[in-house]
C-alpha cells in the first residue's frame, strides 16, 4: 500500500490534534467509561497496543481488558508496545485515535526491504540463539547494531543448551565470549531444564524488552517458561481475534509477573537491516570506537589499506575478525540499491 506523505504543516496539525485529544481525556477522566459521544463512541482513555494483526490492533485498557480496535488512518501503523489513546465502540471493541510519542522503535524490512515498524518503547532486546538452528554469526551483529541505533540496549541469549554437552557450552562460550568483552550480558538457557531462567527474569524486570532471532531458537518457549499463565492470555487473544492461536505470527507483547513487559516476535530466516546509511553502524561495534580516525587515510575502508587501525587491532587481538567482517558484511547490504 502506499505510503501518504505529510508535510511538515499537515504533521503539526496532527501534533496538535493530537494533544488536544489527550488533554479533553485528562479532564474528563472523572466521567463514565460507557458514556457515548455522537458517533457512539465512549469516553477517550488510555491503552497500551498488545499486538497487531493487519485490520486488526488488540489493545489493552487502563483495566487490563483487551479490545479489537481499528485505527484512524492518519496513525499509520502502530505496533504491540505503542501508548495510544482509544474509544470503546461496542462490547470489546474501540477506536484508536491518537498515539503517544514513542521512546523506542525497531523495525524490520519488509520483502522490498523498507523498514517496517514491528515494536516500540522498547528498553532492550533480547538476540537469542540456539545450537538448532545453525547461527549465521553476523547475524547476531546484525542486531546489535538494530538496536544501538534506536539506543536500546542488549543482551544474548543461548538457548537450547540442554543439547550441548559440557565440551559443547565450552565451545558457544568460546565462540560468543566477544560480546561479553566488548560489555554484553551473554546467558545460557534451557526451557526444558528452566536452566538460566532466573538471571534473564532479573534481567527483564521492570523493563519492557523483546525477544529477537532466527525461527525456532525457542522465543516462545521462553515466553511460556516466564509467563505461567499465558494460556489463559492465548485464549483471550484468540477471543479477542477470532484467529485462533498462532501467537507469533505478529509480535506479541506479555506481561511479566514480576513487573516489566517482555514481546514475543515472529522469527526471521534472514534478517537484514534495509537500505540505510553505513555511518550507523558504528554504534553497533562498540570496540571499534577508540580506533575511529586512527587510519592513515581518512576514506578508509578498513579492508586492505596500509596504516588502517583497526586491522591493526584484530591483528594484535584486540578485535575479533569475525566482528570487523561483520560489519563489512553489513555495509555492503546497507548500501541503498
Ligand atoms: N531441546 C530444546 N528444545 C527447545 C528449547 N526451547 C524450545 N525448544 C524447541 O524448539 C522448537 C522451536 O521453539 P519455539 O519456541 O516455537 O521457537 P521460536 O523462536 O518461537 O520460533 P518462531 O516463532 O518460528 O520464531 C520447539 O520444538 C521447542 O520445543 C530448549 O530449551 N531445549
Ligand atoms: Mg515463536
Ligand atoms: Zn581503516
Given at each position: 500500500?502506499?505510503?501518504?506523505?505529510?508535510?511538515?504543516?499537515?504533521?503539526?496539525?496532527?501534533?496538535?490534534?493530537?494533544?488536544?485529544?489527550?488533554?479533553?481525556?485528562?479532564?474528563?477522566?472523572?466521567?463514565?467509561?460507557?458514556?457515548?459521544?455522537?458517533a457512539g463512541l465512549g469516553v477517550e482513555q488510555p491503552g497500551l497496543v498488545i499486538a497487531n494483526y493487519g485490520?486488526?490492533?488488540?489493545?489493552?485498557?487502563?483495566?487490563?481488558?483487551?479490545?479489537?480496535?481499528?485505527?484512524?488512518?492518519?496513525?499509520?501503523t502502530l505496533v504491540c508496545g505503542d501508548r495510544v489513546l482509544w474509544q470503546p465502540a461496542g462490547a470489546g471493541e474501540g477506536v484508536v485515535i491518537a498515539l503517544e510519542e514513542r521512546r523506542s522503535l525497531l523495525s524490520r524490512p519488509d520483502y522490498s526491504g523498507r523498514p517496517r515498524p514491528m515494536a516500540a518503547n522498547l528498553d532492550q532486546l533480547v538476540v537469542v540463539v540456539a545450537p538448532q538452528p545453525p547461527l549465521q554469526d553476523y547475524f547476531i551483529d546484525s542486531y546489535l547494531v538494530a538496536s544501538a541505533t534506536i539506543g536500546v540496549e542488549s543482551l544474548l541469549v543461548v538457548n537450547k543448551i540442554d543439547l550441548l554437552d559440557t565440551a559443547g557450552v565450552a565451545e558457544w562460550e568460546a565462540r560468543l565470549a566477544t560480546y561479553?568483552?566488548?560489555?554484553?550480558?551473554?546467558?545460557?538457557?534451557?526451557?526444558?531444564?528452566?536452566?538460566?531462567?532466573?538471571?534473564?527474569?532479573?534481567?527483564?524486570?521492570?523493563?519492557?524488552?523483546?525477544?529477537?532471532?532466527q525461527s525456532g531458537v525457542g522465543k516462545s518457549s521462553l515466553i511460556k517458561a516466564l509467563l505461567p499463565d499465558l494460556e489463559i492470555r492465548i485464549q483471550a487473544l484468540s477471543v479477542a481475534t477470532g484467529l485462533g492461536t498462532h501467537a507469533t505470527s505478529t509480535a506479541m507483547l506479555y506481561h511479566l509477573p514480576d513487573g516489566g513487559d517482555l514481546i514475543d516476535s515472529p522469527g526471521v530466516r534472514g534478517f537484514t537491516l534495509g537500505t540505510l546509511d553505513p555511518a550507523v553502524l558504528e554504534p553497533g561495534f562498540v570496540e571499534f570506537a577508540p580506533y575511529r580516525g586512527q587510519c592513515r587515510f581518512s576514506d578508509c575502508s578498513h579492508t586492505v589499506e596500509p596504516g588502517c587501525a583497526l586491522l591493526a587491532a584484530v591483528k594484535r587481538g584486540d578485535i575479533d575478525l569475525r566482528r570487523l567482517q561483520s560489519y563489512h558484511q553489513l555495509k555492503r547490504e546497507r548500501r541503498p540499491a
Open positions: 500500500m502506499a505510503r501518504r506523505h505529510l508535510s511538515e504543516r499537515q504533521r503539526e496539525q496532527i501534533r496538535q490534534t493530537q494533544e488536544q485529544r489527550r488533554q479533553r481525556a485528562t479532564e474528563r477522566s472523572g466521567r463514565q467509561a460507557d458514556e457515548l459521544d455522537d485490520p486488526a490492533l488488540i489493545v489493552e485498557s487502563s483495566q487490563g481488558a483487551w479490545h479489537r480496535c481499528a485505527v484512524r488512518q492518519h496513525l499509520g561479553r568483552r566488548i560489555g554484553y550480558l551473554l546467558l545460557f538457557a534451557s526451557t526444558r531444564t528452566a536452566h538460566g531462567l532466573d538471571p534473564l527474569r532479573d534481567r527483564l524486570k521492570g523493563r519492557t524488552s523483546i525477544l529477537v532471532g
